[in-house]
């Protein structure tokens, strides 16, 4: 997705340190650091899609029905049966770093969509670990854009992804405590916008705290 994630990441990084230190994990360290080769990086290089190592993640052809696509078939990201575990796992971590004591951005993509939702929130709500859930979204247009000046992506599949990554049909700010069109917010805005949440919800919790 292109959605300007890992900028906003950043973004915060540098604007709460030296004060707050947050480390960083999400879907592209999974991907591209942690797995080796053959569980998406192979897949990722392949123009036979038949041959994919579908154990682990890869891409599933897909139909789009938009008029801003000029790929009436693209494909989406899915996880296999040992790629689920992996990725739960990735949870798993991100709840070790918190219980060390560091705080943690999470900088990832449901690209299945809900179930990987839930999963976030109800491993850190059963822990007790307070978060603040920040949804990004553009318009179409601006994924296609960015996608294709990236390169790096397989076409269409960020128009596909945006239907799914946020659940299909919910409410956005049912789900996140912010929700951040970064087509319209420059990326200070956007990190402004976030810290301001942040500091609302913790003097809200202070509040009610006994």
């Keep these: ?7 906003l990441r950043k973004g915060l990084q540098n604007r709460l340190k030296p004060k707050v230190t947050y480390l960083s994990t999400g879907i592209d360290i999974l991907l591209r650091e942690i797995l080796p080769e053959h569980c998406f990086l192979a897949n990722d290089a392949l123009r036979d899609l038949t041959k994919q ?22 494909v989406t990201l899915r996880c296999g049966p040992k790629g689920r575990k992996a990725w739960l796992g990735l949870v798993e971590c991100t709840l ?6 560091n705080h943690v951005i999470v900088d990832d993509v449901c690209f299945e969509g809900e179930w990987q939702l839930e999963a976030w929130k109800s ?3 059963l822990e007790g670990v307070r978060v603040v859930m920040v949804g990004l979204h553009c318009h179409i247009d601006s994924l296609v ?10 076409m269409g599949s ?3 992804q945006a239907s799914r ?3 299909l049909g919910k409410d956005l700010n049912k789900v996140y405590d912010i929700v951040i069109d970064t087509r319209n917010t420059t990326p200070e805005d956007a990190v402004a916008q976030v810290v301001e949440v942040c500091l609302k919800k913790m003097i809200s919790r202070a509040k009610t705290s006994p």
């Design 145 to 154: 854009k960015r996608e294709r000046e990236r390169g790096d992506r397989k």
């Design 158 to 160: 960020a128009m596909v």
């Design 123 to 125: 491993r850190f709500e």
């Design 96 to 101: 070790g770093l918190v219980r060390a004591g």
């Design 1 to 7: 997705m292109a959605t300007s994630k890992t900028t």
């Design 165 to 167: 990554v946020h659940g």
């Design 53 to 74: 190592d579908t154990d682990w993640f890869y891409w599933e052809p897909t139909s789009i029905n938009d008029s801003h696509s000029s790929h009436p078939t693209s």
